[in-house]
């Protein structure tokens, strides 16, 4: 095996900022390639979406939770920039487009349930996210995230209870 040999004798370094930045890249792949076939298998999920500001950038965080047989799984599956608006036209939009980046199409999929905070512009049931998405997916229910209901009633406990602080 002496090709075996000289490759392995060869001087290499993979810690270049280009080459981690590859292989990160590659890893995260696939494991959105894994979730989405996991989803495609399935054929229904529920959306979870967030929204986050990093330095001057507004960012939503989309997370997907599905069964697979008798296992549940919650899954992240890419932040999508929307910094140049956050109406819920805007948002709805940037979600779907998510999906596309994802390979998920959504002609055989159905969402089947939805979870935000309780902003208006996501909770909305006129106009916001959530009605939005409901006219395309009628039987996609609503639930305010429950994570965000805990923060609410920690942050009101703070501020009466002064032990607590």
């Known amino acids: ?13 993979l810690t270049s900022w280009k080459i981690q930045e590859e292989l990160i890249k590659i890893s995260a792949d ?11 298998d399935t054929g229904h999920f529920a959306l979870m ?9 507004e960012q939503l965080s989309v997370c997907v939770r599905y069964a697979v047989g008798l296992d549940i799984y919650e899954r992240f599956l890419q932040f999508v920039d929307v910094s140049c608006g956050q109406n819920a036209n805007q948002i709805v939009s ?24 309780g902003a208006s512009v996501m909770s909305g049931h006129i106009g916001g996210v959530q009605a939005k998405i409901k006219e395309d997916y009628p039987y996609a229910i609503y639930t305010h995230c429950m994570a965000h209901r805990l923060n609410l009633v920690v942050v009101d406990l703070c501020k009466e209870i002064k032990v607590i602080v």
């Open 1 to 13: 095996m002496p090709e075996f040999q000289s490759f392995y004798q060869k001087k290499i370094n």
């Open 30 to 40: 696939l494991v959105t390639e894994t979730i989405v076939g996991q989803i495609l």
């Open 49 to 57: 979406v967030d929204e986050a500001r990093s330095h001057k950038q």
């Open 94 to 117: 940037a979600i779907y487009s998510s999906f596309k980046n994802c390979n998920l199409n959504m002609d055989t999929l159905n969402i089947v349930a939805q979870s935000y905070d």
